[in-house]
């Protein structure tokens, strides 16, 4: 099991956060800004000629003598998709601090905040080498939490291989019928293709998107020096080069300058960017990071 029944019993007690709630056929437990025909007590206002009397508060009418109508809730589903890349590079990083099994974490925790709120969830591999293999590689759509031990059953079978075009796998994505709603894309970005075209795409269809950048510690600061032959674990092209400290520091500005680069296109367009390393523990980062991000309360 990727996490016990305390870390559940936490997450249950979250849920996802959007700006504009996208309102489904089943009622959830999940409250919009709304006022509509729920029992949940919001607000009251005064009476306007033509509204309903049935909603008018007679109790508050008989001490203030003065007509109020009663505003209540209207509880709403959100539909979730949590896009998880399971391409070879992902498979990068030690023990707790591997990407992949960092991305399925995060993917898994996503997804019991959002079935314990009763959100309407879809999980899904951007993989196109996965595409004919025979562990399915999308999980839902589904509603309710009894779904979570069967979708942690499966992300425990995605392994990372081959390379992915991000917009590529973005675009299939979307060629399902898909309900627009929040979307959270895990990934490391190593995609030579882009992956601006693939977020634009989903934002055209209405999505509200949330990009988790994640990088292991090692992939930010190499621990290497001298003459090295450094292989694409991808592609396997090789390219010899030689690390010194100046070459180091080099590395590190250009990683910095990288992530400032999306940060800012993804301010520029409304996508909620945030940059992860591999060294933080991912329930750290879903208990306390994403919480101070706004992406859950």
Known sequence: MIFDETTIRK?????????????????????????????????????????????????????????????????????????????????????????????LHLAAALSAVALGAGDHLTVAALNATHATGAVPMQFGPARGSQHLLRLMALLEQWQPAGETDLS????????????AGLCFVISDLFSPAGHQAGLRELQSRGFEVNLLHLLAPDEIDPPLAGDLRLVDVETGQAQEVSVEAGMRDLYRQRVQAWQDGIMAECMQRGVRYIPVSTAQPWDELVLLGLRRAGVMK
């Open 11 to 103: 997450l249950n007690q979250l849920t996802l956060v959007a700006n504009k709630v996208r309102a489904g056929a089943i009622k959830g437990e999940r409250r919009s800004a709304r006022r509509g025909s729920s029992v949940e007590f919001a607000d009251y206002r005064n009476y306007i000629p033509g509204d309903d009397l049935r909603r008018l508060d007679w109790n508050i009418y008989a001490r203030l003598e003065k007509p109020f109508i009663k505003l209540l809730e209207e509880e709403e589903d959100l539909a979730v998709h949590v896009l998880v890349d399971t391409s070879a590079s992902m498979g990068w990083g030690e023990g707790a601090q591997n990407k992949h099994l960092y991305a």
């Open 168 to 179: 590529a796998a973005l675009r299939a994505y979307l060629l399902m019928p898909r309900r």
